[in-house]
Nanobody
Framework: QVQLVETGGGLVQAGGSLRLSCAASGSIFSMNVAAWFRQAPGKQRELVAQITSGGKTNYADSVKGRFTISRDNAKNTVYLQLTSLKPEDTAVYYC???????????????WGQGTQVTVSS
């Protein structure tokens, strides 16, 4: 079964760093656009960072300069490097990716299970 598996969340102090990983498992032919979202308690899910198949990136203003999204196409894995963390970064972080299963050109939306990032002050 094709799925996205997230790892790397945890508890860190303000100013600290974490690296989140999102690995697509199963029979994956290719990965198109991928992204990271986050959702804090009582808040709406928001887009944090996005990366195209060619490596072009976009970031939310709130994380620009602090977070870095990257990908390893050979491993079908997307990463999010979080640095200079702030308490307001505390949220559940969700990976998203468009995955194809064959060369038919069809892509399907997939979401990771979510990983908790907690930043203490």
């Amino acid at each position: 079964q094709v799925q996205l598996v997230e790892t790397g969340g945890g508890l860190v102090q303000a100013g600290g760093s974490l690296r989140l990983s999102c690995a697509a498992s199963g029979s994956i032919f290719s990965m198109n656009v991928a992204a990271w979202f986050r959702q804090a308690p009582g808040k709406q899910r928001e887009l944090v960072a996005q990366i195209t198949s060619g490596g072009k990136t976009n970031y939310a203003d709130s994380v620009k300069g602090r977070f870095t999204i990257s990908r390893d196409n050979a491993k079908n894995t997307v990463y999010l490097q979080l640095t200079s963390l702030k308490p307001e970064d505390t949220a559940v972080y969700y990976c998203y990716a468009q995955l194809s299963y064959s060369a038919d050109g069809r892509f399907y939306n997939h979401w990771g299970q979510g990983t908790q990032v907690t930043v203490s002050s």
